[in-house]
């Protein structure tokens, strides 16, 4: 089991971290931190560092953090991504994000920064995780302009159509913990064949229960994408962990 999408250099786990990775590690065999800022990629690489067999990493840049980050400033961090490319397994989390950013020239700068991104990880040959918030079908029409190859949309909630169309172009969809609560998203995650469908919880958010999600709580994705499909967990667990492999070319 693999958790695709976790942010554990957040502070709600500054008193506790190795305690929760360590907790994890005995569940899953695998989870990928993203990162939203330069100053969190840092602290990420170094996490890293520690869990080398067990935790992944993508360097990306949060679209509501955007409008702040200065062209020099970029450029450098463009440059850190790809100094330690051999360190990373993709690109994210980037995209855009219309539920925070409404100022129009603020949303010229994401929508430029994102297309930034998409360069790069072209350019590195390596996956792109999108944060699309309000945004599925226009951050569809773009990762398709560009020519993306592997694509995968982090915490899925739109609509069956899309669904359908992300399934089409060969991008994989990330259910989170949120499917546990939203009635559409599973309704949404039963459009696309199992192959292109990764697990994740984006903890510590999208909690299902209490106030901190943790990475081991991807198995509850699991346990309802299985219950969604008709299928058995073990069923589930197995494609979607080597869906995570396949996407971000993790060791077995």
């Not at 172009?169 to 990330?174: E, P, R």
Request: with cysteine; proline share 4%; hydrophobic share 40%.
């Amino acid at each position: 089991m693999i958790d695709v999408h976790c942010h554990l250099t957040s502070g709600r786990f500054e008193r506790d971290r190795a305690k929760v990775i360590e907790q994890a590690s005995r569940q899953l065999e695998a989870a990928v931190i993203s990162t939203t800022h330069p100053n969190d990629a840092r602290k990420a690489l170094k996490l890293c560092q520690e869990y080398p067999t067990f935790l992944h990493l993508t360097l990306g840049l949060h679209p509501t953090h955007t409008p702040e980050i200065g062209d020099r400033e970029l450029e450098d961090y463009i440059k850190f991504v790809k100094s330690n490319r051999a360190r990373i397994v993709g690109i994210g989390e980037v995209g855009l994000d219309y539920h925070w950013i409404k100022d129009a020239a603020k949303i010229k700068r994401m929508r430029a920064v994102f297309v930034e991104f998409l360069k790069l990880a072209k350019e590195l040959d390596l996956p792109v995780v999108l944060h699309l918030r309000e945004a599925i079908g226009e951050g569809l029409n773009i990762v398709r302009s560009y020519g993306m190859r592997k694509v995968i949309f982090h915490c899925f909630n739109g609509t069956e159509k899309q669904a359908e169309e992300i399934s089409q172009a060969n991008y994989y969809l990330s259910i989170a913990t949120n499917i546990l609560k939203n009635r559409n998203i599973g309704q949404s995650a039963k459009i696309p064949p199992l192959s292109q469908l990764l697990t994740e919880t984006d903890s510590p958010y999208l909690s299902p229960m209490g106030r901190r999600n943790v990475p081991q709580n991807v198995s509850l994705v699991v346990d309802k994408l299985a219950e969604l499909r008709g299928l058995s967990s073990d069923e589930v667990n197995e494609i979607t962990t080597r869906n995570a492999r396949r996407a971000f070319d993790l060791p077995v």
